[in-house]
């Protein structure tokens, strides 16, 4: 994932009254949809947990389609969390910032760091949960669609998990859920839609934390998300220096005035 700044490219044009022109054309347009460029952000995060998920798809013959590893650190007391994941020698990094109600995309790449920062909706994201949770409930409610406890268990990373099985006409989901590890963690962390959004989206609801998801679609595709690491007292920063960040921030109701 790559993130340009024009208007870095915008400096370098060698015709002044061109470089302006363009400039004032990007501060109406940006004007016009009702934005600005100030969007404000750490220079450090720091992080005391860390969670790594590894997601593996499959093809309708079974064979591999493709695998990619995720990093997660989140600051508990805070709420902040960061994603993390490589192409090769490329990297990138997309952190929630709840003190600012920002996001930011960091990306690395032939040893060039370029960023992208905009604002969140705090009160936006709290009615999505909201209207996730009450679709969620729905769903759970419907004979078609509710979480069934199997009665089997395994350990994944020293917690032990039980299995539960949702099922409808187009896929079959199997759930491995830590009652202890979900203890461990507090609910307004997992529940915070700023943080983890939907990817324990079922945490909730099962009183407790998903360890592995594994999906199977009846056209014979299949997606495993498992939990490879988790450290629930892993000291982890990242840094914001050196990355040429392009911000872009929605208007409040009196700047627009």
């Given amino acids: 994932m790559e993130i340009k700044d024009d208007s870095a490219t915008v400096v370098e044009m060698e015709d002044a009254s061109e470089s302006s022109s363009i400039k004032i ?4 347009m940006m004007d016009a949809l009702g934005l600005t460029g100030n969007v404000d952000y750490e220079t450090d ?3 005391d947990a860390y969670i790594q998920m590894e997601i593996t798809n499959y093809k309708k013959n079974g064979n591999l389609d493709n695998q990619i590893l995720y990093d997660n650190y989140v600051s508990k007391e805070g709420a902040d969390y960061a994603m993390e994941f490589k192409d090769d020698n490329d990297k990138s990094i997309i952190i929630f910032d709840t003190k600012n109600s920002a996001m930011l995309i960091l990306s690395e790449s032939d040893g060039e760091k370029n960023g992208f920062a905009t604002t969140i909706d705090p009160e936006a994201m709290a009615d999505l949960s909201e209207d996730y949770a009450d679709e969620n409930e729905e769903e759970i409610d419907m004979d078609s669609y509710k979480p069934v406890k199997t009665g089997k268990t395994k350990q994944i990373l020293g917690y032990s998990c039980d299995e539960y099985l949702l099922e409808d006409e187009e896929s079959e989901v199997h759930m491995w859920v830590s009652e202890k590890l979900g203890k ?14 939907t990817m324990f989206m079922h945490a909730y609801a099962l009183n407790g934390m998903v360890l592995e998801y594994d999906l199977m679609e009846k056209n014979g595709e299949k997606t495993i998300m498992l939990v490879t690491k988790i450290d629930m007292n892993s000291s982890h920063s990242v840094s914001t220096n050196g990355y040429t960040i392009m911000s872009m921030r929605q208007k409040t109701e009196e700047e627009k005035e």
Wanted: net charge neutral.
């Fill in 25 to 28: 054309s990007n501060g109406v």
């Fill in 184 to 197: 461990e963690m507090r609910k307004e962390w997992m529940n915070n839609q700023q943080t983890f959004g």
């Fill in 45 to 47: 995060y720091s992080f």
